[in-house]
């Protein structure tokens, strides 16, 4: 219904990615699309090879994770810091 309501092409099947991409563009500018990457265990895609020199993180890599706040860390001792970051300040 949404390309319809567009006078864009509907599509002819129902697909995994044609729903992401439908929700990409629904959700433009909000924020989700890491979110929607770590969810469907994907990796970050590479946007410019000449200002991305790491190649995007792939998924299950250390540098996919984001570090545990510090007062995270504080509040539970039997927590451990996601690998790749320093536990010192």
């Known amino acids: 219904m949404i390309p319809a309501e567009r006078n864009a092409t509907p599509y002819t099947g129902i697909s995994k990615d044609s729903i992401l991409l439908e929700r990409r563009k629904e959700l433009c500018f909000e924020g989700f699309r890491f979110d929607d990457l770590a969810r469907t265990g994907s990796d970050i895609p590479l946007v410019s090879p000449f200002q991305?020199?790491?190649?995007?993180?792939?998924?299950?890599?250390?540098?996919?994770?984001?570090?545990?706040?510090?007062?995270?860390?504080?509040?539970?001792?039997?927590?451990?810091?996601?690998?790749?970051?320093?536990?010192?300040?």
């Open 52 to 89: 991305q020199t790491h190649r995007g993180p792939t998924y299950g890599s250390y540098k996919y994770a984001f570090p545990i706040p510090r007062v995270e860390l504080n509040a539970n001792s039997n927590m451990v810091q996601n690998y790749g970051y320093s536990t010192t300040k």
